[in-house]
């Protein structure tokens, strides 16, 4: 059973960097048939993806556009976990944000099997 | 970017009702890569169907999916007290992989 545990401050101020980890059970970052992705929830903006990173034979990234300069999305191999970073960020970021995986023994697309449990993060000074 | 529209915004119906839900992409959805969560208050979202109608694990038969193109629908046949909640579609079959805004599906 594919477990993500996620940790990371709530409470990020204004200009500052917003970093959150998940760690994987049941799986493995490396797997050549998931992917590791990012989402945020918010009233304003909905369901958002953000971004993921996934391996075949090398590591790939690839983001949304609304956050492409700000995002980088990083795996640990070490650790069997992935890494989410926001960069400057405004209030206008604040939402629940959410790991998550796709794919599993086989691809079969960006559609997302297992989350983490969220987690609130308030950006506000 | 496809954007997709869910409608109703809101239904309101009793238990043992059919529920129809609808979502609208702006474009088609290439190989009807089309996926419909639930979302329960404090809760996670939680994977129904994708490929527009292929089931996930554990996932009674009464939901059942349809559609291709720009135009999908759930549908749950009868429904069940805990089936009330708010519905997303997602489509993953073009980066970035956008959602609807949801449908709640409210108790009558």
């Known amino acids: 059973q594919v477990q993500l545990q996620q940790s990371g401050p709530g409470l990020v101020k204004p200009s500052q960097t917003l970093s959150l980890t998940c760690a994987i059970s049941?799986?493995?970052?490396?797997?050549?048939?998931?992917?590791w992705n990012w989402l945020r929830q918010s009233p304003s903006r909905g369901l958002e993806w953000l971004g993921r990173?996934?391996?075949?034979?090398?590591?790939?990234?690839d983001y949304a556009v609304s956050v492409k300069s700000r995002i980088t999305i990083k795996p640990d191999t070490s650790k069997n976990q992935f890494s989410l970073q926001l960069n400057s960020v405004t209030p206008e970021d604040t939402a629940v944000y959410y790991c998550?995986?796709?794919?599993?023994?086989?691809?079969?697309?960006?559609?997302?099997?297992?989350w983490g449990q969220g987690t609130l993060v308030t950006v506000s000074s | 970017e496809i954007v997709l529209t869910q409608s109703p915004g809101t239904l309101s119906l009793s238990p043992g009702e059919r529920a129809s839900l609808s979502c609208r992409a702006s474009?088609?959805?290439?190989?009807?890569?089309l996926a419909w969560y639930q979302q329960k208050p404090g809760q996670a979202p939680r994977l129904l169907l994708y490929?527009?109608?292929s089931r996930a694990t554990g996932i009674p038969d009464s939901f059942s999916g349809s559609g291709s193109g720009t135009d999908f629908t759930l549908t749950i046949s009868r429904l069940e007290p805990e089936d009330f909640a708010v519905y997303y579609c997602?489509?993953?079959?073009?980066?970035?992989?956008?959602f609807g805004q949801g449908t709640n599906l409210e108790i009558k």
């Open positions: 490929g527009a109608s």
């Open positions: 990173t996934y391996y075949r034979s090398k590591w790939y990234m």
């Open positions: 049941g799986d493995s970052v490396s797997s050549d048939s998931a992917a």
């Open positions: 997602q489509q993953y079959g073009s980066s970035p992989y956008t």
């Open positions: 474009q088609s959805v290439p190989n009807s890569y």
């Open positions: 998550t995986r796709a794919g599993g023994r086989q691809w079969l697309g960006n559609f997302l099997e297992y």
